[in-house]
């Protein structure tokens, strides 16, 4: 029997999943049928009912839905609850009512930083650009890794401030992006849109210790304004290519019970 998957949000024509997905499918040999489904703005609730009607047994979610379908779950992980938002939801349950969530994003950028690319996090210098929906979504599974400092820089200071506080007790600390401090950071992950438009974050050459990784949680624009200021300062860089693979192999584990290799994966979408 065929098991029905699918991605949601608007728009959806660009996402990668049914690709990605399909072939964790064929590694596994899993009969699933993955596909797009583009739901109208406010229409989020509405679109999921229909598409379980249709026997469906879990749904990955995009922007910008992924608040709405922490509110649709019955049934939450600590890490979407820490997050407050949802990426990934299974159907099923005895009665077939359960709605499980999860938020997958936090571990897919850690699994790639840290086994991917081979870069420890514990212990690490860790400034993140952005306190919007894509840094809600890691900082806790950044600070589980317990780096030495935790830097979260957004253009306005309460929304970074905002962020901070749900991790109070860690080392997580919020400054503005136009008064950045001067030290180098080991890692530096731009969580910002900038990159959609291929603008600059407000980050010096001078924050980029010797080795140190760029991350920009972008992927598919190639070179970002970002990623080749970094380049200039002597950093090694990488996009989200393979956040996404990762994230992907976690919601495809939430659904199917099963841990899948990404390397092949990885290696299609940086070719595409």
């Not at 049914?18 to 609730?45: N, T, V, W």
């Not at 009912?49 to 709405?68: L, Q, S, Y």
Request: aromatic letters at 8%; proline letters at 4%.
């Amino acid at each position: 029997m065929t098991h029905l998957y699918a991605v949601i949000g608007n728009p959806i024509a660009q996402s990668k999943s049914p690709l990605i997905h399909a072939a964790f499918a064929r590694e596994m040999r899993h009969d699933i049928s993955y596909e797009r489904i583009l739901a109208p703005l406010g229409k989020f609730r509405e679109t999921v009912d229909e598409f379980r009607r249709r026997g469906a047994r879990g749904i990955n979610v995009t922007v910008p839905f992924k608040f709405e379908a922490f509110a649709y779950a019955t049934d939450l992980t600590d890490r979407a609850k820490a997050c407050g938002a949802v990426n990934t939801l299974r159907f099923g349950g005895e009665d077939g009512e359960e709605i499980f969530g999860d938020n997958t994003d936090g571990i897919g950028l850690t699994r790639d930083i840290t086994e991917n690319l081979g870069v420890p996090i514990a212990g690490a210098r860790v400034l993140m650009l952005g306190a919007g929906g894509a840094a809600y979504g890691v900082a806790g599974a950044l600070l589980d890794h317990q780096p030495s400092i935790f830097a979260i820089a957004n253009r306005t200071h309460e929304k970074a401030a905002q962020l901070a506080a749900k991790y109070s007790g860690t080392n997580a600390r919020a400054i503005t992006l136009d008064n950045l401090p001067s030290q180098p950071f080991d890692i530096i992950i731009n969580a910002t849109s900038a990159s959609l438009s291929d603008e600059l974050p407000l980050v010096s050459p001078s924050n980029f210790a010797t080795h140190s990784l760029a991350y920009d949680m972008m992927y598919g624009k190639g070179e970002t304004a970002f990623l080749k200021l970094a380049r200039h300062a002597g950093a090694r860089t990488a996009d989200g290519v393979g956040m996404l693979a990762e994230q992907a192999a976690e919601a495809f584990y939430v659904w199917r019970g099963v841990r899948v290799k990404t390397a092949s994966v990885i290696a299609m979408l940086t070719q595409e």
